[in-house]
């Protein structure tokens, strides 16, 4: 019998038929622009919710009536510059502007200094957006009275200035840092935005409204940002540790609590602290869990 040598099969390589090709379809390639128009849905659902329907003002209404009417018992009152001869944690009171101008600067000099030019004009223009919407929106979006509301909770301060200028600034500081630091950074920033925007909303300054409005909108201007990027600038992959998220919201949690904590009703303490920690939870997720999240979607397919 004759014996037909069969041929010869390719050599198999571990791991060859695991990698696919890249895909080079444009689902891959652009950035998303969903989360923008997500966050600009959900900041126009807060304004018309809040506060151009009757049941969303007696609610927001209702939390004044709790409690006594002077900041006084608010926890962080002596750290609010409110009280005759006290230095404001930045940015309450008098200092929202020098905080907002060191903050430009710092963005200034980091993009100097890391030669990130797009990025840098991205940050710039996040704090920019942020600061003067918010003066445009708070002068043009009306607050009709439709509950008979007293005289001095009729005054429009949707949305807050004071939230948004820590919201900006840490949006804007993730896009010039480095990728390897940026998770820290947005700790720290995430941190002092629960810590004022309790504060704004437990003190009577701002309502839970005005103050989540102002996180969305510095959220929806950062979307815009870097989707309008250039695809070699956009934010890259974020990789931290897996503790880190936790270890961030549950310190922001008791940062929230501590920082809207009053003595005179728990109920306003807690939609305080409540109210600030979504705030807290919605930057991080903005600067933080969505470039990661872009990036496992960017990731080969596995055979």
């Known amino acids: 019998m004759t014996q037909h040598d069969s041929p010869a099969l390719p050599a198999h390589r571990p791991g060859a038929s695991r990698q696919a090709p890249a895909d080079p379809s444009p689902s891959r390639t652009t950035r998303p622009w969903m989360p923008a128009l997500l966050y600009t ?11 151009c329907t009757p049941w969303g003002q007696r609610a927001e209404n209702a939390l004044f009536g709790l409690g006594s009417e002077g900041s006084e018992d608010a926890w962080i009152y002596p750290l609010s510059g409110s009280a005759y001869g006290s230095t404001p944690l930045p940015p309450l009171e008098l200092s929202a502007k020098p905080t907002l101008m060191v903050g430009l600067a710092v963005i200034v000099v980091l993009t100097l200094v890391r030669r990130c030019w797009w990025p840098g004009c991205a ?7 942020t600061t003067g919407g918010k003066e445009v ?17 009729l005054d429009q301060g949707f949305p807050s200035g004071h939230t948004a200028i820590p919201a900006a600034l840490t949006l804007a500081a993730v896009l010039v840092v480095s990728p390897r630091i940026r998770p820290y950074v947005a700790t720290a920033g995430v941190l002092w935005l629960a810590c004022i925007a309790a504060a704004s909303a437990t003190m009577g300054g701002h309502r839970p409204s005005e103050v989540l409005g102002a996180t969305l909108l510095a959220c929806a201007c950062y979307g ?18 897996r503790a880190l998220p936790v270890i961030t919201l549950t310190v922001a949690l008791a940062i929230a609590l501590v920082s809207g904590a009053r003595n005179d009703t728990l109920t306003r303490s807690l939609v ?5 920690f979504i ?25």
């Open 279 to 303: 705030c807290a939870a919605l930057v991080w997720y903005a600067a933080v869990g969505r470039p990661a999240h872009t990036a496992r979607r960017t990731r080969p397919a596995l055979g």
């Open 41 to 51: 849905l959900g900041f126009l659902t807060l304004y018309l919710l809040a506060i």
């Open 137 to 153: 929106l708070k002068s043009t979006l009306p607050r009709p009275d439709l509950v008979g509301a007293p005289e001095n909770l």
């Open 272 to 276: 305080s602290a409540a109210t600030a």
């Open 224 to 241: 815009l940002a870097t989707w309008l990027l250039p695809p070699a600038a956009a934010p890259g992959a974020t990789r931290s540790t």
């Open 123 to 129: 940050a710039l223009g996040v704090v920019i957006l």
